[in-house]
């Protein structure tokens, strides 16, 4: 027997299973889950939205978290100091209303130029959507950078002079030794910062944006229920960071993270 199939066995864990094994039960005996039919189609479409919305924030604000990483650990002044204030403004202000200045703040302000108005770019800026992956990017961004301010500050100095020893360029120490060594480092501490990034998306319903959070809180005021569709949420919820979990430990098996 392994030990991953010996710590399932342990009493709490078995005791905790027994509880969501009865939860399971008791909400399909005892609720109303005859809507359930009528909004699967939106339901899978919300969910779509939602990992849309994750993966492509939590992708923008990596490459962004590196160079403000970089600039922390070992830039100048000119560019450390900007960094490190972005990260702090970002990190010590709420989601939530970094979210409404940016959508209810600047986008209220395009409709005031007539150029903007009269523009390509209007049919996106009127919509609440990209204001919704700018504010996720930016918060994924600082938060993640200050983990990569670490992690560069904590590769080994010796390993960066052993690749210019060996007569690379700065340029090559930094793409085949310190970025990888850095990401290596962060990469357990990403995997969280995945998962909040995932739990940070049902906000932007507060700006009309359909995501799944949005979908049930519409069957909440369709149906007048309240347990059986937030239950349902926190479910959906569960299963996608599960999947997040699993995806992260199968990426960590086959990436060295020791140095």
Not at 15 to 40: E, K, N, Q, T
Not at 89 to 100: D, E, N, S
Not at 121 to 127: E, F, G, K, N, V
Not at 153 to 179: D, H, N, Q
């Amino acid at each position: 027997m392994g030990p991953e199939l010996r710590s399932w066995k342990e009493p709490h864990r078995l005791v905790l299973l027994a509880i969501g094994v009865g939860i399971i039960i008791f909400a399909a005996v005892y609720m109303r889950w005859d809507w359930l039919p009528r909004y699967s189609g939106r339901l899978v479409e919300g969910v779509g939205t939602t990992l849309w919305l994750l993966f492509l924030t939590s992708a923008l604000g990596f490459l962004f978290a590196v160079p403000l990483g970089l600039a922390q650990a070992a830039g100048p002044v000119w560019l450390s100091a900007p960094a490190r204030m972005f990260c702090t403004v970002i990190r010590g202000t709420p989601l939530l209303l970094q979210l409404w200045l940016l959508y209810y703040g600047l986008g209220s302000l395009f409709a005031f130029w007539p150029e903007i108005r009269q523009s390509w770019a209007w049919p996106y800026l009127r919509s609440a959507w990209p204001y919704g992956v700018l504010a996720l990017t930016m918060s994924f961004a600082a938060y993640e950078g200050e983990v990569m301010r670490g992690a560069f500050a904590g590769v080994p100095k010796g390993e960066l002079e052993a690749g210019r020893a060996y007569g690379m360029s700065p340029f090559t120490v930094f793409r085949r030794i310190w970025l990888p060594r850095a990401i290596h480092r962060a990469l357990p501490t990403l995997a969280g910062e995945t998962v909040l990034q995932l739990k940070a998306t049902p906000l932007v319903a507060t700006i009309t944006v359909v995501d799944v959070y949005a979908i049930i809180s519409r069957v909440r005021q369709d149906t007048y229920l309240t347990y059986e569709p937030l239950l349902l949420l926190a479910l959906i919820y569960m299963m996608l960071t599960g999947v997040l979990v699993l995806a992260f430990r199968w990426l960590e098996a086959r990436v060295p993270v020791k140095g």
